[in-house]
């Protein structure tokens, strides 16, 4: 079964509009949380989250974790075209040499003009 | 300074033919990861390398085999190539931090495609 689930699978807006995108996990040693943004081929880091951590925010871009309900939202206000892109969540479990990330199937997000 | 790269960018085999996908990861980084993406998919773990040394291993099939050589570039070889094996083949660098960081930067990838 997934051990991170994002959803929606895909959503479409329209300029200026606020979205949520969520993402819920399972694991046994869950060390950290993570987003990316990919929009070609190359996931581009966003941010991380942990216990020590758990809201981050880069301009219009904000994420917070949950770490009772076991999951994390990520926040884009008045998005833009530029926005459009499959966005990943990604759970690091493990230490150490183990340390490993799990990847959601991500959200497709489209900004229409 | 340059990015992570990787060799193909793309390619095409047949079915039972064996395939090497190369990766140089970013001057200073010693850990090198491979991830296989399916479309429609997050990627998926394949191996994680520090050092020359195997550190991680994910769920795929001994066809799957890697190794980092003393300059940190890695290879990816797969045996026997199924059709399921079609997919995008990501590598990512990091600093040995980047379990604290989350910094891991990834290549444009290979786009490997089995007939």
């Known amino acids: 079964e997934d051990k991170v689930v994002q959803s929606p699978l895909s959503l479409v807006v329209h300029e200026g509009d606020t979205v949520t995108l969520n993402c819920s996990y399972e694991?046994?040693?869950?060390?950290?949380l993570l987003w990316y943004k990919q929009e070609k081929k190359a996931p581009t880091f966003l941010f991380m989250l942990?216990?020590?951590?758990i809201e981050k925010k880069s301009g219009r871009l904000s994420s917070i974790l949950d770490k009772k309900e076991l999951s994390s939202i990520l926040n884009i206000t008045a998005t833009q075209t530029g926005d459009s892109a499959i966005y990943l969540c990604?759970?690091?479990?493990?230490?150490?040499?183990?340390?490993?990330?799990?990847f959601g199937k991500g959200t497709l997000l489209t900004v229409n003009p | 300074d340059a990015g992570v790269t990787q060799s193909p960018t793309h390619l095409i085999k047949t079915r039972g033919q064996q395939v090497t996908l190369r990766c140089s990861p970013i001057?200073?980084?010693?850990?090198v990861s491979w991830y296989q993406q399916v479309l429609g998919q997050g990627p998926q773990f394949i191996f994680q390398?520090?050092?020359?040394?195997?550190?991680g291993r994910g769920n795929f099939p001994d066809r799957f085999s890697a190794r980092q050589f003393p300059n940190y570039s890695s290879e990816l070889n797969v045996n026997a190539l199924l059709l399921g094996d079609s997919a995008l083949y990501l590598c990512?660098?990091?600093?040995?931090?980047?379990?604290?960081?989350?910094?891991?930067?990834f290549g444009e990838g290979s786009r490997l495609t089995v007939l």
């Open positions: 390398y520090y050092e020359k040394e195997e550190r």
């Open positions: 990604a759970v690091g479990e493990g230490g150490g040499s183990n340390y490993k990330l799990t």
């Open positions: 990512a660098s990091s600093l040995w931090t980047w379990e604290i960081t989350g910094e891991l930067f």
């Open positions: 001057s200073g980084h010693k850990s």
């Open positions: 694991v046994t040693n869950f060390r950290s």
């Open positions: 942990t216990s020590s951590g």
